[in-house]
């Protein structure tokens, strides 16, 4: 997953005429499940030996939306007290079980930042 955000970070920077890339802004949706601090480490990894080499990465996780199919109803994915998620039968105040997850499943790259020559 970090060597495909790094591929469309590199191709965006190399249509700027980029020469180096000095800062990387992602946003991962929580139900990806990715922990931010190994995905910051894996993103180190993969740029290595690029020109995005030593760049700063910032990520934040996007909270998750669930949507209802009957009422339409907005819900969001249960936590528990020790942030680590758990897996509730998901089910609305109207006692639907027919649950749509409309966010949370997303890696946006945010921004980067470039240096031309
Ligand atoms: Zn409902």
Redesign the pocket.
């Known amino acids: 997953m970090a060597m495909s955000v790094l591929d469309i970070v590199l191709e965006k920077a190399k249509e700027q005429n980029a020469t180096k890339i000095t800062e990387i802004t992602l946003e991962i949706g929580e139900l990806l499940f990715l922990n931010p601090e190994q995905f910051h480490f894996c993103m180190e990894l993969v740029t290595e030996h690029t020109m995005a080499e030593g760049t700063q990465i910032n990520i934040t996780v996007k909270p998750s939306k669930v949507k209802?199919k009957?009422?339409g109803?907005e819900l969001r994915w249960d936590q528990s007290p020790d942030d680590h998620f758990v897996f509730p039968v998901l089910e609305?105040?109207?006692g639907?079980k027919d649950l749509e997850i409309t966010e949370g499943r997303e890696l946006n790259i945010v921004s980067i930042k470039i240096e031309r020559p």
Do not use: R
């Open positions: 209802c009957k009422c109803k609305c105040e109207c639907c």
